[in-house]
């Protein structure tokens, strides 16, 4: 950032009085301005033991398979934001079991929020930002051809606590260490 949003002058990048972090401060107005993380909420929707993925009709990721799931917008909550996105992405609705999942990424400030669902009457679509949706079982997955870390580690927590016959939450820390940018999603 280097200009301010309420003035249009010069910010500097400084710790302000009675706070402990680098915030852009305004020059002349001294307004502060504060980032902070952007909420992904999706779902892990299913039919009878198959789980709906669509594949990327938008990058990042363009052609990889996901979980439903997008930013969260103002004014929503996070069920509301999941529903939305499965929605828009897989033309599909849901009965909601629960929240699921949530990955923290702070290096690139984004939180993931996943809820487990049941596709209403088996239906869905293709959205505008998918070129395709369908129904995979656990041995069909395209596990090569998934989009993000967060979605990988959601499907294998998925199975496993399927296969154990209880779902628990999962919170989970990732780093940008052990998920370098490439063709395919580390699993570790």
């Not at 990042?60 to 969260?72: D, E, I, N, Q, S």
């Not at 929020?113 to 998918?130: A, K, L, P, T």
């Amino acid at each position: 950032m280097k200009f301010c949003s309420q003035c249009g002058s010069k910010v500097s990048l400084r710790i302000p009085e009675g706070d402990t972090r680098e915030r852009h401060v305004c020059d002349s107005c001294g307004f502060i301005h504060y980032f902070n993380p952007r909420i992904i909420a999706g779902t892990v929707p299913t039919v009878g033991s198959k789980v709906l993925l669509c594949r990327r009709a938008i990058e990042p990721r363009k052609g990889y398979w996901t979980l439903p799931a997008g930013f969260m917008e103002n004014g929503e909550t996070t069920q509301e934001a999941a529903l939305r996105e499965t929605w828009e992405e897989a033309e599909a609705k849901l009965n909601l079991d629960g929240l699921y999942s949530l990955f923290n990424l702070p290096h690139i400030n984004q939180v993931y929020i996943f809820f487990r669902g049941e596709v209403i009457d088996g239906e869905f679509g293709v959205g505008e930002e998918s070129l395709e949706t369908q129904l995979f079982e656990e041995h069909e997955i395209p596990w090569d051809s998934l989009a993000f870390p967060t979605i990988y580690k959601t499907l294998k927590h998925f199975y496993a606590d399927r296969e154990a016959g209880e779902f628990q939450v999962r919170i989970e820390d990732i780093d940008a260490f052990r998920h370098k940018r490439s063709n395919t999603v580390d699993p570790d």
